[in-house]
C-alpha cells in the first residue's frame, strides 16, 4: 500500500510531500499533481497546486473512488456523491452535480463523467468538443473512461459509446456488443471482449492502434488488483499497455489454474508514472 512517484518535468514539486505511509488502495494523476485514497477514506493530494489541487481537496473520510484531470480532481464518497477540486475555468468544480447516487467517476482534460446507480451518465466541464453534448442520453451503462477530450462508456448489454474528441474516435469506435472493460487514452480508446480479443480505435499517430496486441489471451481484473498510471498531457500520446501477471488461484470469473500467465488491460498516460504497490 505504499506511492512511489518519478518522472516529470519537475520532479521537486511533484515529489513533493508525497506520502510516505502505507495502505493506499488507489491512485490517479493529473499533469503536475496526484491523489492518493487511503485504505480508511481519506484523499491524499500532492504536487502543483496553482489552481487549488492540493489546497481544495476533500478533509474528511468516507471516499472509495478518485479521478484526475489536468488541473482538477474528483472523488466518490461512500453515500454516492461526487467532490471536486481543482480548477474551475471549464466549470470543472461548480458545475458538478449535488444531489447523491453515483456509483463512478472519471475525468479528462477539463471535463468529468460520473455514473449514477440506475445507469445513467452525467458530464460537466468543458463542452468545446461536445464533451457534454455528445453524451449519451439514456441508461444502462455500467463503466466510463475518459481520454483528453474524449469520453466512453460500456453499456450493461457490451456495447460501447463513444463522444468528444477530434480523432473521428466515434466513427472507429467498434459497433458489435460483447464487451467487458474500457480504457482510454489521450486521444484513443480500447476495449476487452469477452472472448479476450482488444479491440482499439481513435488516434493511431503513434501506433495507439496499430501496435495492439491480436489474438484472444487477454482478460482484464477488478481495479484494486491493477496497479494503475496515469499522466494527462497534451504534447504526450497515451498507450494502453499489457503487462503480464500470473493471478492467483481463484474461482472468481476470468481466474484460471495456478501458474498460469496471462495480460492484464491498463491505461499508461507517460511521462510521469505512479504506481501504488
Not at 498507450?239 to 493471478?247: F, H, I, K
Request: glycine fraction near 14%.
Amino acid at each position: 500500500g505504499r506511492v512511489v512517484t518519478w518522472g516529470g518535468d519537475n520532479e521537486e514539486l511533484e515529489d513533493l510531500d508525497a506520502p510516505t505511509d502505507a495502505d493506499y488502495v488507489a491512485i490517479a494523476c493529473g499533469a503536475g499533481h496526484s491523489v492518493a485514497l487511503h485504505s480508511d477514506g481519506r484523499v491524499v493530494t500532492w504536487g502543483e497546486s496553482s489552481s487549488g489541487q492540493r489546497d481544495g481537496a476533500p478533509v474528511d473520510r468516507g471516499y472509495v473512488s478518485i479521478a484526475c484531470g489536468q488541473a482538477h480532481s474528483c472523488a466518490l464518497h461512500k453515500s454516492g456523491r461526487v467532490v471536486t477540486w481543482g480548477a474551475n475555468g471549464a466549470h470543472q468544480r461548480d458545475g458538478a452535480p449535488t444531489d447523491a447516487g453515483y456509483s463512478a467517476v472519471a475525468c479528462g482534460e477539463a471535463h468529468t463523467v460520473a455514473l449514477r446507480t440506475d445507469g445513467r451518465v452525467v458530464i460537466w466541464g468543458s463542452n468545446r468538443y461536445n464533451q457534454i453534448c455528445g453524451a449519451p442520453t439514456d441508461a444502462g451503462y455500467v463503466s466510463v473512461s475518459c481520454g483528453l477530450l474524449l469520453s466512453v462508456a460500456l453499456r450493461d448489454d457490451g456495447r460501447v459509446v463513444t463522444w468528444g474528441g477530434t480523432w473521428g474516435q466515434e466513427d472507429d469506435a467498434p459497433a458489435d456488443g460483447g464487451y467487458v472493460a474500457i480504457a482510454c487514452g489521450s486521444a484513443h480508446a480500447a476495449a476487452l471482449h469477452s472472448d479476450g480479443r482488444v479491440v482499439t480505435w481513435g488516434d493511431t499517430s503513434h501506433n495507439q492502434r496499430d501496435g495492439a496486441p491480436t489474438g484472444a489471451v487477454f482478460f482484464s481484473l477488478r481495479r484494486r488488483q491493477i496497479a494503475g498510471v496515469c499522466k494527462l498531457r497534451n504534447e504526450h500520446p497515451t498507450n494502453v499497455c499489457t503487462r503480464m501477471e500470473a493471478p492467483r488461484s481463484s474461482s472468481r470469473e476470468g481466474a484460471s489454474s495456478p501458474g498460469a500467465t496471462h495480460r492484464i488491460l491498463l491505461p499508461c498516460m507517460l511521462p510521469g508514472n505512479i504506481v501504488c504497490r
